[in-house]
């Protein structure tokens, strides 16, 4: 069985075999038991729709399904708010979120709740799930939720701890929770520190790689379950993130070859496609590393205002399939000259109306409601550019092999320009290249506010929207109210 229809039945999982009984911790809500606890690690069947619905929770639209990728591109400079809907993240493009907002509440509410979810499952199989499906795959499923965990961490950083850079990560990141929690009164934990919470991550996902398989079967699992090169090539991010050069290239170099055509030697052949709008047509390509399924089937979608389609793509009177909540910043990454009109990515730019009425587009996604475009959490391009931006930094130089790693992002789409060592005067000239290059290839997947994080930049003014400071009030989010009022602990940003 392919494992996007595995998936499909994933948050169904969650409700027929959730693994405890409802509660009234908010913070980490469980939907009612069918089963007792020791019943939900009785059988591999069991168990296994159990780890296929931590990739459900992830998925939920509220979460990386939807709503995290929106917010990591609308809280940057490059998209406008059309239906100032505070619903729809207006006041996140606004940079003026509270601590009871919806996108604070909602997301941090389905982080842990999805992270609660992999410790109960850990919890579980520590306890005797590995004894039912046996060492190798016991040990195959704790890497996969470890995985996920560790992402899950990660994703909570970026938007309400302050920055690796700030401090080496001496601020205080988020509770760091890695025990199952099944009843009240268990919620009371102190933020751990921002290093400590990336060290956790990092441990995550090297005990992970340990015990993932190097590939699967099936194209789409190689997509939709996490593998060996998914752990490395999402440390390139992690590493990136903490400044830690050295880290993404190790990782890096576990998954791309020294020289073009650029591919990984081991594990699922990862290589760029040739066609950039195959990626967003073709979901099982080698060039998706990891990928969210969605189908048509009830609640395996995102659902509600949650689809990145929603929120990006224009009305269907303006010829598009979704609400036109946010279109391109006529002054921002769209307007820039290096982006040429014959780059194959201006065909993910629609334009609408004329004079003073006309507006830009993204039309990256284009499945109509319910929306079940494949969401992207790593493609190997990024692992590409993750990899050129390190070599220039750690060697500042004008390094050859990063060179050719953006020139392969680049050409793919715009053969007309091919950079050499001669075309970029200083290493700065270089790293502002390829991270010029990152706001072009990922517009609308939700790396901006990461890559203006991560190197303590101001997020650029926009619209109405005043430029916001590493040193201004909502440079990050608050913590949720809801955590801080059920944790006594929790201190706020």
């Not at 965990?149 to 080496?168: E, M």
């Not at 020139?407 to 290493?427: K, L, M």
Request: glycine letters at 8%; charged letters at 15%; aromatic letters at 8%.
């Amino acid at each position: 069985m392919k494992t996007n229809n595995l998936l499909s039945v994933a948050l169904a999982g969650v409700l027929a075999i959730s693994l405890v009984s409802c509660n009234r911790d908010l913070l980490t809500p469980i939907p009612q038991t069918s089963v007792s606890d020791v019943s939900a690690f009785s059988t591999t069947n069991r168990i296994q729709t159990q780890l296929l619905s931590l990739y459900g929770s992830l998925k939920n639209g509220s979460f990386y399904g939807g709503r995290y990728v929106v917010y990591g591109d609308i809280r940057g400079e490059d998209f406008l708010n059309e239906t100032t809907n505070l619903v729809t993240g207006s006041d996140v493009w606004n940079l003026n979120v509270t601590n009871g907002a919806t996108a604070v509440q909602t997301l941090w509410a389905q982080a842990y709740l999805t992270i609660n979810r992999c410790n109960i499952f850990l919890d579980g199989m520590a306890a005797g799930g590995n004894t039912v499906v046996g060492a190798d795959l016991g040990a195959r499923y704790v890497a996969e939720a470890k995985l996920i965990r560790g992402l899950t961490y990660y994703s909570l950083l970026q938007y309400y701890a302050r920055p690796y850079a700030d401090g080496n990560g001496n601020k205080p990141g988020v509770p760091l929770r890695l025990t199952g929690i099944i009843q009240t009164g268990q919620s009371t934990l102190a933020r751990s520190t921002v290093a400590d919470v990336y060290t956790q991550v990092l441990k995550d996902l090297n005990e992970a790689e340990a015990s993932l398989p190097a590939s699967y079967s099936a194209a789409s699992d190689n997509v939709t379950r996490v593998h060996k090169n998914t752990a490395s090539a999402l440390k390139t991010r992690v590493y990136l993130s903490m400044q830690n050069y050295a880290g993404v290239i190790t990782e890096a170099n576990k998954i791309v070859s020294a020289t073009a055509p650029f591919s990984a030697p081991t594990g699922v052949a990862h290589r760029l496609q040739a066609d950039i709008a195959t990626v967003f047509t073709t979901y099982t390509t080698t060039e998706s590393i990891f990928s969210l399924p969605m189908t048509t089937t009830t609640n395996d979608n995102p659902g509600g205002q949650n689809q990145l389609a929603y929120y990006f793509s224009p009305t269907s009177a303006n010829g598009g399939v979704g609400n036109g909540e946010y279109s391109l910043n006529p002054q921002g990454i769209i307007a820039n000259t290096n982006w040429t009109a014959t780059d194959k990515r201006r065909a993910f730019v629609r334009t609408t109306g004329t004079g003073a009425s006309q507006k830009n587009w993204l039309i990256k996604y284009k499945t109509v409601s319910p929306y079940t475009d494949w969401v992207p959490v790593m493609r190997y391009a990024e692992v590409l550019l993750n990899l050129a931006e390190a070599k220039v930094r750690s060697t500042n130089t004008v390094d050859a092999q990063a060179v050719a790693l953006l020139n392969a992002v680049r050409n793919r789409s715009d053969a007309a320009i091919t950079y050499t060592t001669a075309s970029f005067a200083t290493p700065a000239d270089l790293t502002n290249a390829i991270l010029l290059e990152r706001r072009i290839e990922f517009l609308g997947e939700g790396l901006r506010n990461n890559d203006l994080l991560r190197l303590l930049q101001t997020i650029p003014a926009k619209g109405t929207v005043a430029a916001k400071a590493p040193t201004e009030s909502g440079y990050i989010w608050p913590i949720s109210a809801t955590e801080l009022t059920l944790n006594s602990a929790a201190t706020d940003n």
